[in-house]
C-alpha cells in the first residue's frame, strides 16, 4: 500500500472505526451508514501499517457527524466519553505536578544543608503549666480554605525550624517553591474565607511569617462583608495577597542568607 500524503494515516482511520465499534454499531451497520465495505472496515478495525483513502475517511467522518446529532444512544456515548476522558486528563495532570514538586523536594532535600535547631523551653515567659490553659490552632484549621500552593506554603512557615530532623532552611526553600508556583498561575482571585481570620490573629505572634503572609487579605475581606459589600471585590483580595506573598518571599531570601544557606546572589 503506497504511502502517499494523500492517504489518511491507520490511527486516525483505525481511531474513528474503533469508536463506532465501541458505541455499540456493528460493521454492516457502519457500512450501511457510511457506505465504506465490511472487508474495508475488517482492516482498519485492528491496528496495522495500512492507509485510508480520503473519501473512504470522509464517508466515515459524515457518519460521525450524523450520529452525533441524530442518535441519542451515540449521543450518550460520546458524553460519557468526552467525560471520562476529561477525568483521566485531570488525574494525569495532577499526578504529573505532584511529581514534580516531589522531584524538585528531593533536589531540594540534596541540596540544602541541615541545619539542627533545638528550641529550649521558656521557662519565664511561657511556663507548660500555662501553655495547657492556652488557645491553640492547628494550621490546617486554615489551610483547608486556601488553595493548594498557599496550603502548603503556609504549612511549611509554620513548621519551620520545629519539625524534628527537619533544617529550618529546607522548610523555607519548599515554602518559597510553593509561593513562586502560585505567583505563575496568576490567579485571578483568592478563596479567603472569614473562617480564616480568627486563627491568623491567634498564630500571628508565634508564627508572624506565615500569617503575615495571610492576614491582610483576610483583613481585606473582613472588611469588605463588614461594609455589606454587594459585589464581592476578588480582584482586590488577590491583588492584596500577592504584594504579600512577593515581600514574603523576600524575608524567606533573606532568612536564609542569614542561616548562611544561600547568598544574596542566589536568592
Known sequence: MATNAI??????????????????????????????????????????ELRMLPETYEKLVSLFERLKQTDEEFQKYLKDLYARNAEQDKARAEAEAEAEAEEIEAEIDDEAPEISQEP?????????HYLQAAVTVEPIEITQYLPH?????FEYLVRAGHKDGQSEALDLQKARFWLRRWLQLDAPYVPMRMDCFAGLVVLRKKNPLACGMLLPAAEET???HEEGSEVFPFPIIAKTINATIEDTIDRISNRLIELGVETKEAS
Open 7 to 48: 492517504y489518511i494515516s491507520n490511527r486516525k482511520a483505525h481511531g474513528l472505526v474503533s469508536l463506532f465499534l465501541t458505541a455499540g454499531l456493528s460493521l454492516s451497520k457502519i457500512r450501511q451508514g457510511a457506505g465504506v465495505s465490511v472487508p474495508t472496515l475488517r482492516k482498519f478495525a485492528k491496528p496495522s
Open 120 to 128: 529550649q523551653p521558656d521557662l519565664v515567659n511561657h511556663p507548660n
Open 149 to 153: 500552593p498557599l496550603a502548603s506554603a
Open 222 to 224: 473582613l472588611r469588605q
